[in-house]
């Protein structure tokens, strides 16, 4: 990620009649000096097992190693009855609850925070399609920025009046997608110059080490493919499993890597009943012995690990209007195949002929491109010198927003707390 992907972020106000204040450059005035640089941040949070925890950590650990000067007030949303203890934050906010939300407002304002920035995602914040959010931002005096990691293109009523309704709220939005920024402009009322375009981040590590990485994971010898993310029947695994008979038969030394835990939502439902049919499905297939799952969260350190041991990276996501994958964007940073239903994030990172796009649904679509990778061992694919994707920036580490480029960003100075209701 390069210094100027960050340059024009949280700059300004949309109604173009705020004075700007820098929160990185060094502030020479005497009054602004005295302006403390501190912002609230609003989201899940580690240890809190979901992408978004895993970005909002990342965010604030590299904010916290380059921006030193900054103060950020975490303020983690929680599903009480996931009873997780929270480490350093200055509140945690239950996510169903309208007093959680007031209180956490009303201390936000107190505080003296120069913004806050949200991550909004819809499911995770209460009420209807995450409704809690709305009455949330309205009791906010700071201004705020916005995350959005979901900009549907067909969303139900109640999702286009929630969004619409953080839009006309927030100074600045950012976006991991230029079809986010699109559709905010077309559908959501934004303005083009609340709204900035920054790619996830990715990690920085050396290409070609996959042999090293298989060895240790016991793995030599293999063709690994691989799929990471909490499970459930949104993420297309069975479209896989069914592919496998055809990709073993050509490749018999093939395995499929199936890592990360049950959706916690879904196993309050329904325990592991989904994990236990993926597996009769193998059976039922005849490919168990070329399954290896790992009912486990990972830790991005550990992921990457993994990432670095597999051949294949696949996404057989069902849903098209994902608008971004961390695991997506890390996997293409680390010189690995994609095979990929077209979502948003997909379509955008994998242009370039550095991926294969497939049709949803479709396993024979994904046989032949797995089998068509395998067939080609000296491909591009293999090489450690592949082309790093524009989509893909790399960052020192895998950062969401890499804040050592924000050295140039700036955001609105507030004007009391009755600018922002």
């Known amino acids: 990620m ?25 502030v020479r005035d005497g009054a602004a000096a005295r302006i403390p640089r501190r912002i609230a941040l609003v989201g899940t949070f580690t240890p809190r097992r979901c992408g978004i925890a895993t970005f909002t950590g990342d965010l604030v650990e590299q904010l916290r190693r380059y921006h030193r000067a900054i103060s950020i007030d975490v303020y983690a949303l929680d599903n009480p009855e996931a009873s997780l203890l929270y480490d350093g934050v200055a509140s945690v906010i239950a996510e169903d609850s309208a007093d959680d939300y007031r209180a956490a407002a009303r201390r936000i304002n107190e505080s003296g925070v120069d913004a806050v920035w949200l991550q909004h995602e819809y499911g ?17 005096a700071p201004p705020l920025v916005l995350t959005l990691h979901t900009v549907l293109s067909e969303p139900s009523f109640e999702q286009e009046r929630i969004l619409r309704h953080l839009v006309s709220r927030a100074s600045r939005i950012m976006v991991m997608s230029r079809h986010g920024r699109d559709l905010l402009l077309a559908r959501y009322g934004a303005a083009h110059g609340q709204i900035e375009v920054i790619a996830h981040g990715a990690p920085d590590r050396p290409f070609g080490r996959g042999a090293e990485f298989k060895a240790a994971t016991g793995l030599a010898g293999r063709n690994v493919l691989m799929t990471f993310g909490l499970l459930g029947p949104g993420k297309g695994i069975e479209r896989v499993i069914d592919a496998l008979p055809a990709i073993v038969a050509r490749h018999p030394q093939t395995v499929y890597r199936i890592v990360g835990a049950t959706h916690p939502n879904l196993v309050a439902r329904e325990g592991e009943a989904y994990r236990e049919r993926l597996l009769e499905l193998a059976r039922r297939r ?36 994902q608008a971004t994958s961390g695991t997506l964007s890390y996997a293409v940073a680390l010189g690995k ?39 080609a061992p000296n491909g591009w694919w293999l090489c450690s010198d592949a082309p790093m994707p524009v989509g893909a920036p790399r960052s020192g580490r895998p950062l969401p927003t890499p804040p050592r480029s924000w050295s140039n960003a700036r955001l609105p100075r507030r004007r009391g707390r009755s600018s922002r209701r």
Do not use: K
């Open 2 to 26: 390069h210094r100027e992907d960050f340059r024009q972020f949280l700059l300004g106000d949309p109604v173009g009649t705020a004075e700007i204040l820098s929160i990185f450059a060094p």
């Open 124 to 140: 995770i914040f209460g009420g209807p399609q995450g409704a809690m959010v709305c009455d949330f931002v309205d009791q906010l």
């Open 286 to 321: 005849g490919v168990e012995n070329h399954i290896l799952w790992d009912n486990r969260f990972l830790e991005t350190d550990e992921l990457l690990d993994q990432l670095e041991a597999c051949d294949i990276y696949i996404t057989p996501y069902p849903g098209l209007q």
């Open 337 to 375: 195949a994609v095979v990929s239903t077209p979502y948003v994030h997909a379509r955008e990172l994998l242009a370039g002929e550095v991926g294969a796009l497939i049709a949803p649904g479709s396993s024979d679509a994904i046989a032949e491109a797995v089998t068509g990778l395998l067939d």
